[in-house]
């Protein structure tokens, strides 16, 4: 038997990379302006980012809807 495709687009991808590949493509201010949250709007970094949207589960999907919407899970 083969094993399953995942069918998650985001499957085997960290959100340290989500994060990491958005900040080089937008920079802070510009993921400010697309998602309103306070990590990437005052004193931004991919630590801190990572510390909220792990904790919080509706900013992380906001994060992970832009990552996609962007095109990175093509290969980009």
């Known amino acids: 038997m083969e ?3 995942s ?3 985001l499957h085997g991808i960290t959100l340290k990379e989500i ?3 958005l900040e080089a493509h937008y ?3 510009t993921l400010g302006e697309l998602i309103a949250i306070k990590c990437f ?3 931004p ?3 801190s980012s990572l510390t909220f949207l792990r904790k919080t589960d509706w900013a992380r999907k906001k994060v992970e809807a832009l990552y996609l919407r962007t095109g990175f899970e093509r290969g980009s």
């Open 3 to 5: 094993p399953k495709q």
């Open 7 to 9: 069918k998650d687009p």
């Open 19 to 21: 994060v990491e590949k």
């Open 27 to 29: 920079g802070f201010d």
């Open 41 to 43: 709007r005052e004193n």
């Open 45 to 47: 970094s991919v630590q």
